[in-house]
């Protein structure tokens, strides 16, 4: 089991960018990738992006590719999210996840979710 926590959230406005970070803590050997997901209310949680901690192999769903960046820093057990060109429905709580299962596509199987840190896009 690993520990994430993740920080960054805030509000932003429209067309602006926001970096994310998550910090892993604990069994963080046993993990072989992250990712980043979100939430909106009333909805169902949204992959966002994934990526290979040893490689740094990255995959992201088709909604956020080209504004989004996943990226990890691995002296510091760290992932990060770099969102830019923030709109209004990127609205939500946006979770940190660790996986010790190798990924295909937007399938990621979580062992290890964080807490989540909300990001507010205002119009």
């Known amino acids: 089991q690993v520990r994430l926590v993740e920080s960054g959230g805030r509000l932003v406005q429209a067309g602006g960018s926001l970096r994310l970070s998550c910090a892993a803590s604990g069994r963080t050997f046993s993990t072989v990738g992250m990712a980043w997901f979100r939430q909106a209310p009333g909805k169902e949680r949204e992959f966002l992006a994934r990526?290979?901690?040893?490689?740094?192999?990255?995959y992201y769903a088709d909604s956020v590719k080209s504004r989004f960046t996943i990226s990890r820093d691995s002296a510091k057990n760290t992932v990060y999210l770099q969102m830019n060109s923030l709109k209004p429905e990127d609205t939500a709580v946006y979770y940190c996840a660790a996986s010790e299962s190798y990924s295909r596509g937007t399938n990621f199987a979580v062992n290890s979710w964080g807490q989540g840190t909300q990001v507010t896009v205002s119009s």
């Open positions: 990526i290979m901690w040893t490689t740094g192999t990255t």
